[in-house]
Every structure is written in C-alpha cells, then in structure tokens.
C-alpha cells in the first residue's frame, strides 16, 4: 500500500493496493471527526466518522485511526479502486455544530 | 445529495449586483449551513441557522447575509458581488440527536462573477 506520514494535497495509488490519507488537526479539544469523500461536480459524502474516547473505528473497506497525542488522523481504504479517486477532506469540531475542515487531499487510483 | 437541492446550480453574474442562492431540505433537520469552496481552501463556513430565524456568522461572513424564515430553505444573498466571491457554494444540514454532528451536502451552485 501506500502511505504518506505528513498531509500531502494528493496522493497517487495503484488499484487493488492499500491506500492511507493523513490529516493533522489544529483543537487538541476536538471530540468528533468525520472524513468526507468528495468527487468531482459533487458535494461532499460522509465516509466515517470517530469519537476522541476512540482510536480505532472500521467501515466497510475503510478504517479511520486516531491519534491524539499527536493531533493525527488517519484513513485508509482497503483494495483501493478506481470509484475511490475523490478529494478526501477530515473535519474535526468540540462539542459544536460547526466542523472546520482540513484542506483536503487528492486521491488518484492508477490502473 | 438527497432530500438537499440547491438553486441555481450555475450562475453568471456582474459585479456590482445582488444575487441570492437558495438551500431547501426536505429532512426537518434543525441546522443549516453556507459553505464555499475554493483551491487551495477546502470549505469555509460563511454563515449557519440553529434554527427559524436564527442565524450566525462563520468565518468568512463579509459581504453575504442569510435568512431562514422557515425550516427548509436558507437562502444566502450577496449584497453587491465582487469577483473575490466567484466560488463553488454548498449548503449543508445537520441534526442534533445523538450528539452526531455529521453533516449532509447538497449538489453545490457555481457562481461565477464577471
């Protein structure tokens, strides 16, 4: 698979590998994180969401970690194809209805 | 997308004129949300509504104003447009059982102005 350890604006996977986004938050008192999916024309999808009292949530194909020593969250996408080519976006929120979101990064599955 | 529409889908506008985007939902969801979206920015937060008349600015307010005077439609107006509000405008819901703050797109409106 691969995997990029700092939040790179795009990554380039090859279809059937593993692929991990990372997104670094700015509130170390952000309690709720959600990873959307965006694909071109469209508004953004909710993949998967976590709470801080977790490290460690699973989806289908997809499993979002958290790490919040260090402020990092994480995405991956098991067997990625060629319908997984979006821009991925975190966003993060303490205990408000309003979420910040991250810059986002371009994900681009090469057959 | 579903249960969120958005009007109009594209735009074209001069500078210098008033435009208003329309959100209308057919959830009942209590929040509302006015985002764009730019390169290099991801979504910025313009405005939110918590309710019928109840609104407040988000991050970058200046030069729009919002109103809601009914649960499913928000609409957003640019008082007197400029080229710096050339963007991609999504509307947002959310709702506030269980303490789940996940929100919900709609298709977006492209606004070009000239």
């Known amino acids: 698979g691969e995997s990029v350890g700092l939040h790179l604006p795009t990554l380039s996977v090859q279809e059937g590998d593993n692929s991990i986004i990372n997104c670094a938050y700015s509130n170390s008192a952000s309690d709720y994180f959600i990873w959307y999916k965006q694909e071109s024309g469209k508004g953004p999808q909710f993949i998967i969401d976590?709470?801080?009292?977790?490290d460690k949530r699973q989806g289908q194909r997809v499993t979002v970690l958290l790490n919040k020593t260090v402020k990092h969250l994480s995405l991956q996408i098991a067997a990625t194809q060629p319908g997984d080519s979006a821009v991925y976006f975190c966003?993060?929120?303490?205990?408000?209805?309003?979420?910040?979101f991250g810059a986002g990064t371009t994900v681009t599955v090469r057959a | 997308d579903a249960g969120i529409t958005q009007s109009p889908r594209h735009k074209v506008t001069e500078t210098g004129t008033p435009v208003t985007l329309r959100c209308h939902q057919t959830e009942n969801h209590r929040y509302m949300y006015w985002y764009r979206q730019d390169p290099g920015h991801g979504l910025r937060l313009i405005h939110y509504s918590y309710g019928v008349k109840d609104t407040d600015k988000g991050e970058v307010s200046d030069g729009y104003s919002v109103s809601r005077s009914k649960t499913e439609d928000f609409l957003l107006t640019l008082e007197s447009a400029t080229s710096s509000q050339t963007s991609v405008y999504f509307c947002a819901i959310s709702e506030s059982a269980g303490r789940s703050y996940e929100q919900y797109f709609g298709p977006g409106t492209r606004l070009t102005v000239t």
């Open positions: 966003a993060e929120t303490y205990n408000d209805y309003k979420l910040s």
């Open positions: 976590i709470r801080s009292n977790m």
